[in-house]
């Protein structure tokens, strides 16, 4: 085996000798070819940069020529001064520059008129070419060079320098230039040292050839397809190399190129790859020989080698053999054995393992054998079992001792016994050992350690009794629970810990439960050691053996204490009113329905306060809820102890009152009630006066069923407060039916504006001093297909409750709008057209816009559209109406105040709303005329009117004295039935026609 080793290490190092100098040969030239390669790029790049700069200094010495011409002559030529002036100074500048073939200027129309060669081309024009086009378009072009192209005056193929010429006004007056010969370039390029294969180019940036050596006439100005250097300019890259077929002649090249920084050209250096690479390959042809000869030498040597090792080896297996005979035996003996078995020489090295051993090692038997302790397990391990082996080696005694291993399956307890083996001369030349896996053992008593903590720690009680049913033990929860410990309560019956006030049968049936061989389960009443009781959960069971026999019972016994507490405030939080602890709607409910279920007679009555929304707003919401704990307290000593109070929700209370059938009576309490709530109450030093409304409904006359009460309760308590404040209303049953009718009107009022049911009407506004028509108000109707025309007091006040008013009010605006822009299309004079407002609408956030759309949309100039806001809406969250007044102010429309007089008309509000008109309400027109209060209203606020300089108009006039007195007090306009009544939009042309006066 060691020389069988030995042999094929000196094989490796021979063939690792031989690979390295292959690869070296290989680096060195590949490095070689790379280092060829990068020369021929740093001289190509350098005679790029040499050639770049002969090119940048001729066309900028050219173009220094040029701008000479153009300062000292431009004049000159905008003058058409004779050619004997000009030509001999064009002739000077082309003797400047060998490789100008021409100076010359051309005039507006691309005619040449002065040549520095005395010689006009008469049939020569150029105002085609691109770089006499862009210095006509562009003043400012400055120098322009073009591309390559053909003479053609010459035929020889140049690149043109040129610039403007204009006279003092700034006017094109033509171009001077200057034709550079590509030929001298080319000629520039062969004086070069370059090889014969190598080749120097001037392209165009889009690759147009413009000038290359060796010369190509047939691809003179032709571009060529697919060059990467595009794809370098593309990257922003103005330099570089590549490799490829040379599209011109079909030569594998290396190029070099670089661009013009300030013009559109690039030169190319190509430097064929066959020279570049030619002394690369002589060099590469030497390894490669050397190469050879070397692996001939070295093939020698292997095959000498090769027949000495053979019969090395022959030899070697004889001896193998034998000594493998002798080891199956041993393996044999240590694989008999179940658990893992090895024997270790007293360096750590493994001789011999069995198959257990290597299947708790995670490893085939090839990867122990022959290998240490230290390579198969971790360098604590190795430590501790390095300790171990020595202590026998020293002590030449067996020894046993506990160890851990971290094998693949995890970390693994052991029980290790090692034992020394002696040679002939008593001397110990290795280790027998065997390891017993004790995981089992530790996972019991890690069972036994958790179900103790757990059964300590739980916070479930936990009792255990044996089989007759006495105490053994208990955990601590059940000792907090029953306050009794385990040394008082042991060997005892458990009849202590049961309350009296279980059920009588309450221990037979578990009994009972248990001998079935099911657990019981249910609640019962616990008594504690202090002689208090406690609901409990109890799961009894039995534990018995591998024969079935009962050994322990264990019951699992849970506090009710906290959850019953719990469920008694659930119940008392879902019954009960927490701000003024009376019962809630569910309990109120729940107690009229067992009223009702045993037949008493009574009244249920539904009180609703009026001012609790007014006291929020006043003083806060926890005023409000103050104001509602007095209420009901008031409310609970103005009854009688049998009658019940309870409060439904917001500022509504309910009563039971039990008694007779006797509608005075239930009468006189409500009106008691009624009278207790209008007493005074202070409020953070105010007297708050409360006013309620009442509905009453008689049971069982008016129903028994306590959702039915509930509704004609409700009715009755809303026909009350539509009557009066402070008053009560019996339910009687044709207020259903006016619900009922109520609720169709509102459904088919939805449909209306789908079914094109809804319409306007226009009542003409009437200028007093002139009696002329200048405006008119969009007034809002209802023709329904079976009620006929419905009155706006009869559906107007339904939207508004049901906020269909916002998509009603949205539709009057845009109608209102495209009417009149349709009115002053058909040649009618343009007039104002007045549209109301409703409150809801500003509540919304979107009110600006929706007027700026229907403008919009109907094309109706913004001053032809006036917006009509009633007194109370605006006098409503006073900054944040001024600041939307404002917004439709911007629009242009115009803004008019509706019913003024009725709220607040305080001058100091309205000097702060952009507004442009005052309309007095029709309630103080009525009796202008007989009542003195009301025509003092009338004067004050055509009085306020003008010291606003705002304009008045009043509606509601229906006789000529109501517009005496207008027109004596200097009332700007009026309204009414004495001009017209509202009127459909057709009949609005015909109405204009007649005139306010024949009207």
Same mark, same amino acid.
């Given at each position: 085996?060691?020389?069988?080793?030995?042999?094929?290490?000196?094989?490796?190092?021979?063939?690792?000798?031989?690979?390295?100098?292959?690869?070296?040969?290989?680096?060195?030239?590949?490095?070689?070819?790379?280092?060829?390669?990068?020369?021929?790029?740093?001289?190509?790049?350098?005679?790029?940069?040499?050639?770049?700069?002969?090119?940048?200094?001729?066309?900028?010495?050219?173009?220094?020529?040029?701008?000479?011409?153009?300062?000292?002559?431009?004049?000159?030529?905008?003058?058409?001064?004779?050619?004997?002036?000009?030509?001999?100074?064009?002739?000077?500048?082309?003797?400047?520059?060998?490789?100008?073939?021409?100076?010359?200027?051309?005039?507006?129309?691309?005619?040449?008129?002065?040549?520095?060669?005395?010689?006009?081309?008469?049939?020569?024009?150029?105002?085609?070419?691109?770089?006499?086009?862009?210095?006509?378009?562009?003043?400012?072009?400055?120098?322009?060079?073009?591309?390559?192209?053909?003479?053609?005056?010459?035929?020889?193929?140049?690149?043109?320098?040129?610039?403007?010429?204009?006279?003092?006004?700034?006017?094109?007056?033509?171009?001077?230039?200057?034709?550079?010969?590509?030929?001298?370039?080319?000629?520039?390029?062969?004086?070069?040292?370059?090889?014969?294969?190598?080749?120097?180019?001037?392209?165009?940036?889009?690759?147009?050839?413009?000038?290359?050596?060796?010369?190509?006439?047939?691809?003179?100005?032709?571009?060529?397809?697919?060059?990467?250097?595009?794809?370098?300019?593309?990257?922003?890259?103005?330099?570089?190399?590549?490799?490829?077929?040379?599209?011109?002649?079909?030569?594998?090249?290396?190029?070099?190129?670089?661009?013009?920084?300030?013009?559109?050209?690039?030169?190319?250096?190509?430097?064929?790859?066959?020279?570049?690479?030619?002394?690369?390959?002589?060099?590469?042809?030497?390894?490669?020989?050397?190469?050879?000869?070397?692996?001939?030498?070295?093939?020698?040597?292997?095959?000498?080698?090769?027949?000495?090792?053979?019969?090395?080896?022959?030899?070697?297996?004889?001896?193998?053999?034998?000594?493998?005979?002798?080891?199956?035996?041993?393996?044999?003996?240590?694989?008999?054995?179940?658990?893992?078995?090895?024997?270790?020489?007293?360096?750590?090295?493994?001789?011999?393992?069995?198959?257990?051993?290597?299947?708790?090692?995670?490893?085939?038997?090839?990867?122990?054998?022959?290998?240490?302790?230290?390579?198969?397990?971790?360098?604590?391990?190795?430590?501790?079992?390095?300790?171990?082996?020595?202590?026998?080696?020293?002590?030449?005694?067996?020894?046993?001792?506990?160890?851990?291993?971290?094998?693949?399956?995890?970390?693994?307890?052991?029980?290790?016994?090692?034992?020394?083996?002696?040679?002939?001369?008593?001397?110990?030349?290795?280790?027998?050992?065997?390891?017993?896996?004790?995981?089992?053992?530790?996972?019991?008593?890690?069972?036994?350690?958790?179900?103790?903590?757990?059964?300590?720690?739980?916070?479930?009680?936990?009792?255990?009794?044996?089989?007759?049913?006495?105490?053994?033990?208990?955990?601590?929860?059940?000792?907090?629970?029953?306050?009794?410990?385990?040394?008082?309560?042991?060997?005892?019956?458990?009849?202590?810990?049961?309350?009296?006030?279980?059920?009588?049968?309450?221990?037979?049936?578990?009994?009972?439960?248990?001998?079935?061989?099911?657990?019981?389960?249910?609640?019962?009443?616990?008594?504690?050691?202090?002689?208090?009781?406690?609901?409990?959960?109890?799961?009894?069971?039995?534990?018995?053996?591998?024969?079935?026999?009962?050994?322990?019972?264990?019951?699992?016994?849970?506090?009710?204490?906290?959850?019953?507490?719990?469920?008694?405030?659930?119940?008392?939080?879902?019954?009960?009113?927490?701000?003024?602890?009376?019962?809630?709607?569910?309990?109120?409910?729940?107690?009229?329905?067992?009223?009702?279920?045993?037949?008493?007679?009574?009244?249920?009555?539904?009180?609703?306060?009026?001012?609790?929304?007014?006291?929020?707003?006043?003083?806060?919401?926890?005023?409000?809820?103050?104001?509602?704990?007095?209420?009901?307290?008031?409310?609970?000593?103005?009854?009688?102890?049998?009658?019940?109070?309870?409060?439904?929700?917001?500022?509504?209370?309910?009563?039971?009152?039990?008694?007779?059938?006797?509608?005075? @009576?239930?009468?006189?309490?409500?009106?008691?009630?009624?009278?207790?709530?209008?007493?005074?109450?202070?409020?953070?030093?105010?007297?708050?006066?409360?006013?309620?409304?009442?509905? %009453?409904?008689?049971?069982?006359?008016?129903?028994?069923?306590?959702?039915?009460?509930?509704?004609?309760?409700?009715?009755?308590?809303?026909?009350?407060?539509?009557?009066?404040?402070?008053?009560?209303?019996?339910?009687?049953?044709?207020?259903?039916?006016?619900?009922?009718?109520?609720?169709?009107?509102?459904?088919?009022?939805?449909?209306?504006?789908?079914?094109?049911?809804?319409?306007?009407?226009?009542?003409?506004?009437?200028?007093?001093?002139?009696?002329?028509?200048?405006?008119?108000?969009?007034?809002?109707?209802?023709?329904?297909?079976?009620?006929?025309?419905?009155?706006?007091?009869?559906?107007?006040?339904?939207?508004?409750?049901?906020?269909?008013?916002?998509? %009603?009010?949205? +539709?009057?605006?845009?109608?209102?709008?495209?009417?009149?822009?349709? +009115?002053?299309?058909?040649?009618?004079?343009?007039?104002?057209?007045?549209?109301?407002?409703?409150?809801?609408?500003?509540?919304?956030?979107?009110?600006?816009?929706?007027?700026?759309?229907?403008?919009?949309?109907?094309?109706?100039?913004?001053?032809?559209?006036?917006?009509?806001?009633?007194?109370?809406?605006?006098?409503?969250?006073?900054?944040?109406?001024?600041?939307?007044?404002?917004?439709?102010?911007?629009?242009?429309?115009?803004?008019?105040?509706?019913?003024?007089?009725?709220?607040?008309?305080?001058? @100091?509000?309205?000097?702060?709303?952009?507004?442009?008109?005052?309309?007095?309400?029709?309630?103080?027109?009525?009796?202008?005329?007989?009542?003195?209060?009301?025509?003092?209203?009338?004067?004050?606020?055509?009085?306020?009117?003008?010291?606003?300089?705002?304009?008045?108009?009043?509606?509601?006039?229906?006789?000529?004295?109501?517009?005496?007195?207008?027109?004596?007090?200097?009332?700007?306009?009026?309204?009414?039935?004495?001009? @017209?009544?509202?009127?459909?939009?057709?009949?609005?042309?015909?109405?204009?026609?007649?005139?306010?006066?024949?009207?």
């Amino acid at each position: 085996m060691p020389l069988r080793r030995s042999t094929y290490l000196l094989a490796t190092l021979v063939g690792l000798l031989w690979l390295g100098l292959v690869v070296w040969i290989s680096m060195d030239v590949l490095q070689s070819r790379e280092m060829a390669m990068d020369a021929a790029r740093r001289q190509g790049e350098a005679l790029a940069r040499v050639l770049e700069s002969s090119l940048q200094g001729s066309i900028q010495k050219v173009d220094l020529r040029l701008q000479e011409f153009v300062r000292r002559h431009q004049y000159a030529v905008a003058a058409g001064r004779p050619r004997e002036e000009l030509e001999p100074e064009l002739n000077r500048s082309l003797g400047m520059f060998p490789e100008a073939l021409s100076f010359r200027v051309a005039d507006t129309q691309g005619r040449y008129i002065y040549d520095a060669s005395g010689v006009l081309a008469s049939n020569v024009n150029i105002a085609d070419r691109d770089y006499f086009r862009l210095l006509q378009d562009q003043p400012g072009a400055g120098l322009v060079v073009s591309g390559p192209m053909q003479s053609r005056v010459t035929g020889d193929w140049v690149l043109v320098a040129a610039r403007r010429l204009q006279d003092e006004g700034g006017t094109f007056q033509g171009v001077v230039l200057a034709s550079l010969q590509v030929k001298y370039f080319e000629s520039l390029f062969g004086t070069l040292n370059l090889g014969p294969r190598d080749t120097i180019a001037l392209w165009t940036r889009d690759m147009r050839l413009m000038a290359r050596w060796p010369h190509l006439e047939a691809r003179m100005g032709q571009p060529v397809a697919n060059s990467p250097t595009q794809d370098f300019l593309q990257r922003g890259e103005t330099s570089g190399s590549f490799i490829r077929t040379g599209e011109l002649d079909g030569m594998d090249r290396l190029f070099v190129f670089r661009a013009l920084p300030e013009h559109d050209f690039l030169v190319t250096v190509g430097y064929a790859i066959d020279d570049v690479l030619a002394s690369w390959r002589h060099r590469a042809l030497i390894y490669a020989c050397l190469g050879l000869v070397l692996t001939v030498a070295l093939a020698f040597t292997v095959l000498v080698w090769h027949r000495r090792f053979s019969a090395a080896t022959a030899l070697a297996q004889r001896m193998s053999r034998a000594a493998e005979e002798k080891n199956r035996e041993s393996l044999a003996l240590l694989d008999a054995i179940p658990d893992p078995a090895w024997l270790l020489d007293t360096q750590g090295t493994y001789l011999s393992v069995n198959e257990a051993f290597c299947r708790y090692a995670g490893r085939p038997m090839e990867e122990v054998i022959g290998h240490r302790v230290e390579d198969l397990f971790s360098e604590e391990e190795t430590r501790r079992m390095t300790e171990g082996r020595l202590r026998v080696i020293e002590a030449r005694s067996p020894l046993r001792e506990e160890v851990w291993l971290d094998l693949p399956r995890g970390r693994v307890p052991f029980e290790f016994l090692r034992a020394p083996v002696f040679d002939a001369a008593g001397q110990v030349r290795a280790l027998a050992g065997v390891a017993w896996d004790i995981s089992s053992r530790y996972e019991a008593e890690e069972r036994r350690r958790l179900i103790t903590h757990v059964f300590d720690h739980s916070i479930e009680a936990i009792l255990i009794l044996d089989a007759t049913g006495h105490i053994v033990t208990f955990n601590n929860a059940f000792a907090e629970l029953s306050g009794y410990t385990v040394e008082e309560s042991a060997g005892q019956q458990p009849d202590f810990l049961a309350s009296p006030c279980n059920e009588p049968d309450f221990r037979a049936q578990i009994r009972a439960t248990l001998d079935r061989g099911e657990n019981w389960l249910g609640e019962a009443i616990a008594r504690r050691k202090d002689g208090s009781d406690c609901p409990v959960w109890c799961n009894i069971g039995a534990i018995v053996n591998e024969q079935g026999a009962i050994v322990n019972k264990v019951a699992f016994v849970t506090d009710l204490s906290e959850k019953k507490a719990a469920q008694a405030q659930i119940e008392t939080l879902s019954n009960v009113d927490q701000l003024t602890t009376l019962p809630n709607r569910q309990w109120f409910s729940r107690i009229l329905g067992e009223w009702l279920q045993e037949g008493c007679q009574g009244a249920l009555v539904l009180l609703d306060l009026d001012q609790l929304s007014r006291v929020n707003d006043a003083f806060g919401h926890a005023a409000g809820d103050e104001l509602l704990r007095r209420v009901g307290e008031r409310l609970r000593k103005g009854l009688r102890p049998h009658d019940i109070l309870g409060r439904l929700g917001g500022d509504q209370f309910g009563i039971l009152i039990d008694g007779r059938d006797d509608s005075r @009576s239930v009468a006189t309490v409500v009106r008691h009630l009624l009278d207790i709530l209008a007493h005074p109450i202070q409020m953070q030093g105010s007297d708050v006066v409360t006013t309620a409304c009442a509905g %009453i409904t008689l049971f069982p006359q008016d129903g028994n069923d306590v959702a039915l009460l509930l509704r004609n309760v409700d009715t009755a308590m809303h026909h009350a407060k539509n009557s009066n404040l402070n008053s009560y209303h019996f339910f009687a049953p044709e207020m259903n039916q006016r619900v009922v009718e109520r609720l169709r009107l509102e459904s088919e009022l939805r449909l209306a504006l789908q079914l094109d049911q809804l319409e306007l009407h226009y009542q003409p506004q009437v200028e007093i001093g002139s009696g002329q028509i200048n405006g008119f108000e969009a007034l809002l109707r209802w023709n329904h297909p079976e009620l006929g025309m419905v009155s706006p007091a009869d559906f107007i006040p339904l939207a508004e409750e049901t906020r269909l008013i916002l998509p %009603i009010g949205a +539709w009057v605006l845009k109608e209102a709008c495209r009417q009149n822009r349709q +009115w002053q299309d058909q040649g009618l004079p343009p007039m104002v057209v007045a549209v109301n407002l409703s409150a809801l609408q500003f509540q919304e956030n979107d009110l600006v816009a929706m007027v700026s759309a229907a403008l919009m949309t109907s094309g109706l100039a913004p001053r032809w559209l006036e917006l009509e806001i009633t007194e109370s809406v605006i006098m409503q969250e006073l900054e944040r109406m001024v600041g939307i007044l404002e917004e439709l102010k911007c629009l242009g429309v115009r803004l008019s105040i509706d019913d003024f007089g009725t709220g607040y008309s305080s001058l @100091s509000y309205l000097k702060r709303f952009p507004i442009d008109k005052i309309k007095i309400d029709r309630s103080f027109i009525r009796d202008v005329v007989s009542s003195q209060g009301d025509a003092a209203i009338v004067r004050m606020v055509i009085a306020m009117a003008g010291e606003l300089e705002r304009k008045v108009i009043a509606e509601g006039v229906e006789t000529n004295e109501q517009l005496d007195f207008l027109r004596l007090h200097q009332c700007h306009e009026f309204q009414g039935f004495l001009c @017209s009544r509202p009127v459909p939009a057709l009949q609005v042309p015909e109405l204009l026609a007649a005139g306010a006066e024949a009207i």
